[in-house]
């Protein structure tokens, strides 16, 4: 006999998880391993149970359901539930996630709990598609207010002001803040993209700074200028990072 | 267009008649007393003359109307009444010398008479001609000036009326669908508690679509509102918040615009209750201080969530106070430590 498929429920309201359980005990075949109401209990389970499917709400205190996707390694079949998402609806459409959108029917959840175990069944790896759906979401939302990132076993939260600056480390981004150094698996394009423009300026190919943490703008030689921050860091200043320093400032 | 102001109002007319006394005065003491002029004859000059330009005073009304201020240049509005007043005097000067002439017997006595006199007929039809024509001018300037200052009030209370339309209060989509989803879970796992929701939802829907945007209501009627929205909010997050008030009891009927507290509790939901894992308390005072009602709303928040500064829908409310009230500074947003808090004033009406 098989092993009995292994879900765990994510939402923050007690009564969308009561529901969810309700339709997913008439299944002999499926487990229930753990209910979390927050993103970051979430994790820990996740990583602790290794669970074959989530049921993810995407709005969730502390952690969204997309901030808490960046941060599982190898992430099981997720059926996302959102009860109203402009920007998600679109993620998932684009990247044809299934999703279920509350209140949903028993009929609903029976097809999207279906399709998700014949994925199982079919030893089909969610890693590209759910970083597809990350994309897409990344596209949509504007500013960003806050940084996740999982550093061993911690998750640290950076609100976007606390950010001093970003430095350009192969696939990843440093990132320096006040609450120290991090890295976060993105380019520097999608920090420029959605960080503050007011705020941030992409000073070179390989740097971005935080405005405020700006201590002077030194000349050099003739066209050639360096940037001191408030720690005494220099950082160099290309052409046209001057172009876009002079535009904000 | 403005229609002529004499034939359409008996009333003005009427003053027509009395300035033409004036008038008849005038001429009178010009052109009749003092001369060497039987009294029969002297009395038809009169009639003929006066009753002839009172007509044709009338008549310059459409030269006024047509001639106007807005359209043409005052060059060419000046020198088109010096040449129209200077052809229809004279027209007056003929025709009521060829009428009064056919009608006396000595036709050669009154041609002297009418002769001597000319130069003070003319100078009181030209006279005449221009007072008229001012006046003209004068009526159509005031009845534009008032028609444009009553087009101008109606479109400022358009603008402010659809400025108050577009802050007015609206419902949260995430509100309905989440309170749907609560309400569909209820269905099976208490259904008695499902209903309650469900008609708790249709009344706070009912007051939220019926009210418009410049509805007063008493604050007691508000209060009763937003306890159905705390309510089935309470549904959803459970033991995640506490409401408490303190009213003060004249503080009650007092009239407020509807909707005006509702989204500062939306708010406190959206960034207190939800971004907080601990109990939120939401702590509500309304006072009576000089002639505003000064209502307080109160919460706590983890001062870790980094949401940005008040957000849209209290700015709303800001904008719907400043536009009712036509006063600023009627709304105030504190944030210290853990505590978030709004304070709003509402002008009261002293009876």
């Given amino acids: 006999m098989k092993d009995k498929v292994k879900i765990i429920i994510v939402d923050d309201e007690s009564l969308a998880r009561q529901i969810s359980k309700n339709y997913l005990s008439r299944y002999d075949n499926v487990e229930i391993a753990a209910e979390c109401s927050n993103g970051f209990d979430a994790i820990k389970k996740i990583n602790e149970l290794k669970p074959d499917i989530i049921l993810l709400d995407i709005q969730m205190p502390k952690l969204t359901g997309f901030e808490m996707l960046e941060l599982i390694e190898n992430p099981p079949i997720i059926i996302f539930t959102t009860a109203y998402d402009h920007f998600a609806i679109k993620a998932f459409e684009v990247s044809a996630v299934d999703y279920l959108l509350k209140p949903f029917s028993e009929e609903r959840f029976e097809h999207a709990l279906n399709k998700a175990i014949k994925l199982l069944d079919d030893k089909f790896s969610p890693d590209n598609l759910i970083k597809n759906v990350i994309a897409e979401h990344d596209k949509k939302i504007e500013t960003l207010e806050r940084i996740v990132i999982k550093d061993g076993g911690k998750i640290n939260i950076i609100p976007a002001n606390e950010i001093r600056w970003l430095e350009a480390q192969d696939d990843y981004v440093m990132i320096h803040s006040a609450q120290g150094k991090f890295l976060k698996q993105k380019t520097m394009k999608y920090f420029e993209d959605h960080l503050e423009e007011t705020q941030f300026v992409r000073i070179h190919r390989s740097h971005i700074i935080n405005l405020s943490y700006l201590q002077h703008l030194e000349q050099q030689e003739t066209d050639s200028y360096k940037i001191i921050l408030k720690n005494g860091h220099e950082l160099p200043v290309s052409k046209s990072g001057l172009a876009r320093l002079k535009a904000t400032l | 267009m403005v229609g002529h102001p004499l034939i359409n109002s008996p009333k003005n007319f009427l003053l027509y008649l009395l300035f033409w ?331």
């Fill in chain 2, 21 to 351: 006394v004036l008038i008849v005065i005038l001429y009178l003491n010009l052109i009749v007393l003092d001369r060497e002029v039987e009294l029969s004859k002297a009395i038809l000059d009169i009639i003929v003359f006066n009753v002839l330009l009172l007509g044709l005073g009338i008549g310059f009304w459409f030269s006024a109307k047509y001639l106007s201020i807005e359209n043409h240049k005052i060059f060419r509005i000046i020198s088109n009444h010096l040449l129209e007043g200077a052809i229809l005097i004279s027209l007056w000067l003929l025709i009521g010398y060829f009428i009064v002439s056919n009608l006396v017997t000595d036709k050669d006595a009154y041609t002297n008479f009418f002769f001597a006199t000319l130069k003070f007929r003319a100078a009181l039809g030209i006279f005449t001609y221009f007072l008229l024509t001012s006046f003209y001018y004068i009526i159509i300037y005031y009845t534009g000036f008032q028609e444009r200052r009553i087009k101008e009030t109606e479109l400022k209370n358009l603008v402010t009326e659809a400025e108050l339309r577009s802050l007015k209060f609206q419902i949260n989509p995430h509100f309905i669908f989440n309170s749907l989803n609560s309400m569909s879970a209820l269905t099976e796992i208490d259904p008695k508690k499902a209903k309650q929701m469900i008609i708790k939802l249709a009344e706070f829907l009912r007051y939220t679509l019926a009210t418009n945007d410049k509805q007063m209501v008493s604050l007691n009627e508000e209060l009763k509102n937003i306890k159905l929205y705390l309510d089935i909010e309470k549904i959803r997050f459970e033991e995640k918040f506490e409401y408490v008030d303190e009213i003060d009891e004249i503080c009650g009927k007092a009239q407020i615009p509807s909707m005006i507290l509702q989204p500062l509790f939306e708010n406190a939901i959206k960034h207190a209750v939800y971004e907080t894992l601990d109990k939120v308390v939401l702590n509500l005072t309304c006072t009576k201080q000089d002639s505003f009602l000064k209502i307080v709303l109160q919460n706590n928040f983890e001062s870790e969530s980094h949401k940005k500064g008040a957000g849209v829908g209290i700015n709303n409310i800001k904008e719907r106070l400043r536009l009712i009230y036509q006063q600023d500074n009627l709304l105030e947003v504190k944030k210290e430590n853990n505590l978030f808090r709004v304070t709003l004033y509402i002008p009261v009406d002293e009876k």
